[in-house]
Structures are given as structure tokens and as C-alpha cells.
T-cell receptor, first 114, second 113 residues
Framework: NAGVTQTPKFRILKIGQSMTLQCAQD?????MYWYRQDPGMGLKLIYY???????DKGEVPNGYNVSRSTTEDFPLRLELAAPSQTSVYFC?????????????FGPGTRLTVL | GENVEQHPSTLSVQEGDSAVIKCTYS??????FPWYKQELGKRPQLIID???NVGEKKDQRIAVTLNKTAKHFSLHITETQPEDSAVYFC????????????WGAGTKLIIKP
């Protein structure tokens, strides 16, 4: 199993550009998440999905969009990039059941907006 | 909604000593409390978790304790080693509702040689 994979690893965007961060998992997990982590800070939830076709906003959704057409993939779209979106983005997935919820994280995408 | 506070933000201990990190939560309905470790430049990884029907859980040198009445839980690391240096995050969740993890702000643990 590859686990949770993310592409790209690094990206520099100019203000106003758009891009899609890719995330895929091969563990057949129902839940998937997108977090951002600013330097020296904790994890903030952007969006999450409880299954294909179902997404919901997290704590900081403004400036982002997501879709979940398959169980495996959960892309994050940035429209009109702003310097405030400079961050490390982590995708995660989990199988919720049995009262536990271990989230498995991808390696992250380091995004800089200049 | 749920709020998780984590202290201290930085903890420096001598190698071989113990380290304790504390978290408090606000929602009495929370019933699942995991701890994640994030090494520099790496992804967060689960190191231990506890359900609300258990007061303590151990795994070798790490342990987690939970006080439901006071709504706080702690991570204990004994006989600290250089590889314990990392940022540790606590989180809380109500596994009977929406499963979302509410995260603490993190504690940077420094192990001094």
C-alpha cells in the first residue's frame, strides 16, 4: 500500500493564479481531510469528506474548494491564490469505526504564494 | 463547539528525564483522545490514543492519562531519548457524532543531551 499520496511536493504560485493539490489514498478509507499548517503552528481543517460525493467545510474553507468523485481521490482547488495561503497542506484519511479514528497523513505540499 | 488547549508550547528536558504534556477540552461529549508526533519536516503520525471509558493507556515509554471529570488528558514520556524531539499534538473528538478531530496547538519537545 502506498497509503496517502500528495502531489506536488512543492509549488510556487503568483498572486491570482489557481492550482489543484492532488490527494489519493489506497486504503479504502471513507473519511478524507485537508489541513493547512502555517510555520510553527498547528493543524487547521480546511474541508473534509465522509464519502464519495459528500464534502463539508472545516475551520478555514475560504479561498478553497474540494470535490470527491471517488473513494480514492480528494483534490483541493485554490482559486485566486493570495500570500495568506502560503502554507504546508496535508491531506489525511481515516476509517471510522470501532470508536477509533486514526488519521493517516500524506507527506504534504509546501505552497508559496508570491 | 469543542476547544482544545495544549500546554506548554515548548518543553525542554534533559535526556533520560520524563516529559509531560497536558491538554484540556471543553466538550464533555468528547470520547476519543489521540496524540500525534510530528518530526521536523515530516507528516504527523499517531503515537497513542485513548477512549473515554479508559483512564490510562501505556505503550512502552509513552502513556496517556485521562481525567473526564476535569476534562483534561496528558501525554507522559519516560526515559526520554534524542529521537523523542518533535512537535506533539493532542486532539479530541466525539466519535458518536461527526468524528472530526479538534486539535491542540502543539508542543515542541526538545531533548537536551
Amino acid at each position: 500500500n502506498a497509503g496517502v499520496t500528495q502531489t506536488p511536493k512543492f509549488r510556487i504560485l503568483k498572486i491570482g493564479q489557481s492550482m489543484t493539490l492532488q490527494c489519493a489514498q489506497d486504503m479504502n478509507h471513507n473519511y478524507m481531510y485537508w489541513y493547512r499548517q502555517d510555520p510553527g503552528m498547528g493543524l487547521k481543517l480546511i474541508y473534509y469528506s465522509v464519502g464519495a460525493g459528500i464534502t463539508d467545510k472545516g475551520e478555514v474553507p475560504n479561498g478553497y474548494n474540494v470535490s470527491r468523485s471517488t473513494t480514492e481521490d480528494f483534490p483541493l482547488r485554490l482559486e485566486l491564490a493570495a500570500p495568506s495561503q502560503t502554507s504546508v497542506y496535508f491531506c489525511a484519511s481515516s476509517y471510522t469505526g470501532g470508536g477509533y479514528n486514526e488519521q493517516f497523513f500524506g507527506p504534504g505540499t509546501r505552497l508559496t504564494v508570491l | 463547539g469543542e476547544n482544545v488547549e495544549q500546554h506548554p508550547s515548548t518543553l525542554s528536558v534533559q535526556e533520560g528525564d520524563s516529559a509531560v504534556i497536558k491538554c484540556t477540552y471543553s466538550d464533555s461529549a468528547s470520547n476519543y483522545f489521540p496524540w500525534y508526533k510530528q518530526e521536523l519536516g515530516k507528516r504527523p503520525q499517531l503515537i497513542i490514543d485513548i477512549r473515554s471509558n479508559v483512564g490510562e493507556k501505556k505503550d512502552q515509554r509513552i502513556a496517556v492519562t485521562l481525567n473526564k471529570t476535569a476534562k483534561h488528558f496528558s501525554l507522559h514520556i519516560t526515559e526520554t531519548q534524542p529521537e523523542d524531539s518533535a512537535v506533539y499534538f493532542c486532539a479530541a473528538s466525539n466519535m458518536d457524532s461527526n468524528y472530526q478531530l479538534i486539535w491542540g496547538a502543539g508542543t515542541k519537545l526538545i531533548i537536551k543531551p
